[in-house]
Every structure is written in structure tokens, then in C-alpha cells.
T-cell receptor, first 112, second 109 residues
Framework: DGGITQSPKYLFRKEGQNVTLSCEQN?????MYWYRQDPGQGLRLIYY???????QKGDIAEGYSVSREKKESFPLTVTSAQKNPTAFYLC???????????FGNGTRLTVT | DQQVKQNSPSLSVQEGRISILNCDYT??????FLWYKKYPAEGPTFLIS?????DKNEDGRFTVFLNKSAKHLSLHIVPSQPGDSAVYFC????????FGKGTRLHILP
């Protein structure tokens, strides 16, 4: 079955620690995206990548980093510089410019 | 500044009636619009889209209308069913896809 896998579903970290969220897709999609959802805020774009070895900042990139070494994988690192890291993180991909985004089931990160 | 706005945080509709969800946008460069449905603790699911060259797109119970002059689009669900209770996000594309804040739809029995 093709799809987008985000792991783990729930993640807990202490303040000051970096944490990496995994996103893998087997849809052969070129573009991948990371969004963050907070209550009442909708989905806000963190980073996106149109092709391997290239990525761009979204609207709220501060405190985050990404890599795109393989087409299938787009991991997101939440660094200690991110002021409010507790949120629901969603990874998405799409085949081409005219295609809709397909989403994974998200990772809920709690930092205490 | 929000480029995609969903001004109604929530909407309640009787089962069997029509649900109308609204969305406004500010960027005239948007050329493609999408609607997504989301249940708690899950990723959004794509519902329907419309290109800026059209004013209507229909798929089963779901119809999206686009009024470019008013920079407004709406999603109609007819007839509404209990499983339609969810949060609905409007989204628009320029070089990336930007989402509104969502509208929570409650279908009443």
C-alpha cells in the first residue's frame, strides 16, 4: 500500500533537547512538506522540498531544520531554539504542481 | 497577514440538509484551490479541488464554487451525513499550498 508514514505517533521530549520527526513516502512523489497544527491556527507551513537535495523555508521555519537526501524521506528536526515546539506535526507530499497534497497521520510532539 | 480566511470557526447543520462552508482569499495569484477534511489526531484528507479557470467542480455530494471577482470559494455538501462531522480546511496554491484556519462542521441528528 502506498502512503506517507510518520513516526512515532506520539513523542515526548524535555525542553532543550533536539528531536527529529520521521516522514517516509512510497508514492514516488517529488515534493514533500512539513506543516504544524495548533488549536485555532490551522496548518502552517514549516519547510518544503520540491526535489532531492533542495528545500525552502515556509512561514514558520525558525527553530526547525530539514534534510532531503532521498526522494522518499524528509525528516524534520525540532531544535531547542524553537520557542513553542509542542504541537501536532503533519508531513505531506504531492506528485506534481497540479496534484493535491497527501498527508501522513501526524506526530504529536510534547515538550516539557 | 492571512491569505486564506475561513471566518466561521464552527457550523452546525441538520442531517440531510445542505452544509455550506465558506473561504475567502486575498492573493489574486492563487490558481488552484482545495478542500480538505480532518478528523482529530489524523492527517487531512483531500476532498475536492478547483482550478481558477473554472467556477464550479462537482464530485458526488461535494461541490466547490469559485467566485474570482469576489475572491471567494465555498464547499457545498448535499445531503449532509453524520460522518461529515469534521474540521474542513480550505487551501490555495501559488508556489506552495496555504491553508485557512478551518471550520468545524457538526452534523446534528
Amino acid at each position: 500500500d502506498g502512503g506517507i508514514t510518520q513516526s512515532p505517533k506520539y513523542l515526548f521530549r524535555k525542553e532543550g533537547q533536539n528531536v527529529t520527526l520521521s516522514c517516509e513516502q512510497n508514492l514516488n512523489h517529488d515534493a514533500m512538506y512539513w506543516y504544524r497544527q495548533d488549536p485555532g491556527q490551522g496548518l502552517r507551513l514549516i519547510y518544503y522540498s520540491q526535489i532531492v537535495n533542495d528545500f525552502q523555508k515556509g512561514d514558520i521555519a525558525e527553530g526547525y531544520s530539514v534534510s532531503r537526501e532521498k526522494k522518499e524521506s524528509f525528516p524534520l528536526t525540532v531544535t531547542s531554539a524553537q520557542k513553542n515546539p509542542t504541537a501536532f506535526y503533519l508531513c505531506a507530499s504531492r506528485y506534481g504542481y497540479s496534484s493535491p497534497l497527501h498527508f501522513g497521520n501526524g506526530t504529536r510532539l510534547t515538550v516539557t | 497577514d492571512q491569505q486564506v480566511k475561513q471566518n466561521s470557526p464552527s457550523l452546525s447543520v441538520q442531517e440531510g440538509r445542505i452544509s455550506i462552508l465558506n473561504c475567502d482569499y486575498t492573493n489574486s495569484m492563487f490558481d488552484y484551490f482545495l478542500w480538505y477534511k480532518k478528523y482529530p489526531a489524523e492527517g487531512p484528507t483531500f476532498l475536492i479541488s478547483i482550478s481558477s479557470i473554472k467556477d464550479k467542480n462537482e464530485d458526488g455530494r461535494f461541490t466547490v464554487f469559485l467566485n474570482k471577482s469576489a475572491k471567494h470559494l465555498s464547499l457545498h455538501i448535499v445531503p449532509s451525513q453524520p460522518g461529515d462531522s469534521a474540521v474542513y480546511f480550505c487551501a490555495a496554491r501559488d508556489d506552495k499550498i496555504i491553508f485557512g484556519k478551518g471550520t468545524r462542521l457538526h452534523i446534528l441528528p
